[in-house]
């Protein structure tokens, strides 16, 4: 049945979940003209996330880091359509998606399914907030470019607020005061980039209020960038010394009110002490957590019971316990870091993958059809058998793919004052150094990596 189906053109509905780094890789791999490709996402563009903490300050224009949806569909062989939705239920059972506009403008339809026979989930992940009280109302996050605009909209309200008429010191210092929470990249490439913001612009435009300016990085743990090596570690704390930006470690926030959070330092003797920090910008950097979407998913499969951090996938990145259902990325738990890197070579495997199937199941095809050509004509035989023979071994070599394996290329992380840390392992064996050469690197490896995935 599905033979006749593929002779008369059927092709499968292949439906792609995001438009982040792990989708947007396997599109950009994937020979469309194999499968019937609809894209599902809210986002009608890639985000280039590496150089979003430079879009706080104005660094970067925020839009050289995006990249149109429809573009890269443009440049496919075959045509794919884009759907601007977010999928609200995978059901499992039936193999369909619901699908929900939840932009400005909608239409009278906003709320329809969409059926699949393929389906890849690359929906990233959520912030996490742990459920603090204050967090969602009071703070900025920083993973999308309406929270990197909003936060430059508010260091500059803190800064002309500083600056009105008759404003208190005490009130200058807290709205002058900068305070980043969760030490890991995102927390110091931002509180980086703040600190030159200020030397670069505050401090020329509003030299009267400029000293009460202040950045605070506050960690749970003992100390910040924890996947770094110690002596990274050690540089960018004597670096953020230099530059007068606060570290906190020990220290969990527990609360958090519209001017001030409330944090338990551990001190030395093993002692607890409650302590309430003043802000003016509040900028929440705590990590990941799982969509709803995901969770709900989850919670269809018995075999996705003991899993907590996202979907857990097999080596072929297959959702464990599913059919028909992969997953990229930051919402996927393949024993990887939650990272581009792995999200985007993960949607590159993805597309090998898929891009293997639709050559096998022609390859299959012609087997078939020239099988039955020689019950028909076995006049011909010998030529048609040495066809078959000859497909049947392109058939052995495509259909032994590799399962997936992330090839690390290093981590790198900015950490302001034109400086970077880098624990790189691709250049002679372990290289981990910082300073004024690793941020020239730092760019260039970046850039290269943006032009590598054209
Ligand atoms: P994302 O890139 O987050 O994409 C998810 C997509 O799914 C989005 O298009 C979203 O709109 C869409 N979506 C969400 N919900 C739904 C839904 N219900 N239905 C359909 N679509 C949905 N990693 C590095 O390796 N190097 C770095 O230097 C680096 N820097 C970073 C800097 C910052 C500020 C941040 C926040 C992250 C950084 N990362 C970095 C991590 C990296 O961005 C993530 O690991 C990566 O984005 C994960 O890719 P993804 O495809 O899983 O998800
Ligand atoms: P993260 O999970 O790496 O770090 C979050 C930090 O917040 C942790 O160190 C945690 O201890 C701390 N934290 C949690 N709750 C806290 C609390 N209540 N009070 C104080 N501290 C608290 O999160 P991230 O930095 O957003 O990174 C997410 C992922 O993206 C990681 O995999 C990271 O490697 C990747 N990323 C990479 C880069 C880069 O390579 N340059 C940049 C940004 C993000």
């Known amino acids: 049945y599905l033979y006749v189906l593929g002779s008369i053109g059927y092709q499968k509905n292949l439906v792609i979940l995001g438009t982040g780094w792990g989708s947007v890789a396997l599109l950009k791999k994937l020979d469309t003209e194999n499968y019937n490709v609809i894209v599902v996402s809210p986002r009608n563009y890639f985000l280039f996330t590496p150089l979003l903490p430079s879009c706080t300050t104005g660094n970067i224009e925020h839009r050289s880091i995006m990249e149109p949806v429809r573009q890269i569909l443009r440049s496919k062989k075959a045509s794919a359509m884009y759907y601007e939705a977010e999928c609200t239920h995978i059901d499992a059972e039936r193999k369909v998606i619901k699908i929900s506009d939840n932009s400005d403008v909608k239409g009278d339809v906003h709320v329809t399914e969409v059926p699949y026979d393929m389906l890849v989930v690359g929906v990233g992940a959520e912030n996490a907030t742990f459920g ?3 967090v969602r109302e009071n703070s900025c996050f920083l993973k999308e470019i309406k929270d990197a605009q909003a936060i430059r909209t508010k260091i500059m309200d803190c800064v002309e607020t500083a600056g009105f008429k008759d404003q208190k010191p005490e009130e200058i210092s807290r709205l002058m005061h900068m305070v980043v929470v969760g030490g890991g990249p995102t927390g110091v490439e931002f509180a980086g980039e703040l600190r030159d913001f200020f030397d670069e612009d505050i401090k020329k435009l509003v030299p009267e209020i400029a000293d009460s300016f202040k950045v605070t990085l506050v960690e749970a743990l003992p100390n910040v960038l924890p996947m770094f090596s110690k002596q990274l570690i050690d540089y960018t704390e004597s670096t953020f010394k230099e530059e007068h930006i606060e570290i906190m470690t020990k220290t969990m926030v527990k609360n958090v009110t519209d001017k001030y959070i409330e944090a338990e330092i551990s001190r030395p003797d093993g002692k607890k002490e409650l302590t309430r920090i003043p802000y003016g910008l509040l900028v929440w950097a705590t990590g990941n957590a799982l969509r709803p979407l995901v969770k709900d998913l989850m919670s269809q499969i018995p075999a996705q019971k003991d899993s907590r951090r996202g979907l857990a996938v097999n080596e072929y990145l297959v959702v464990q316990g599913a059919r028909d259902i992969w997953a990229v990325g930051d919402c996927a738990v393949a024993g990887y870091a939650p990272t581009a890197q ?105 850039l290269s990596m943006c032009f590598s995935s054209e």
């Open 132 to 134: 603090i009280p204050g």
């Open 342 to 446: 792995v999200a985007s070579q993960e949607g590159a495997f993805l597309a090998r993958l898929f891009n293997n199937m639709a050559k096998t199941e022609a390859l299959e095809a012609k087997v078939h059809e020239l099988s039955s050509s020689l019950n028909v004509q076995p006049g011909n035989s010998a030529q048609v058998v040495q066809e078959i023979e000859s497909t049947e071994r392109q058939l052995r070599r495509i259909k032994d793919i590799k399962p997936f394996h992330y090839s690390h290329q290093g981590s790198l992380a900015y950490i302001g004052s034109e400086k970077a840390v880098a624990d790189v392992a691709w250049l002679n064996g372990n290289l981990a150094s910082g300073g004024k050469l690793t941020y020239l690197f730092w760019r260039s490896a970046y």
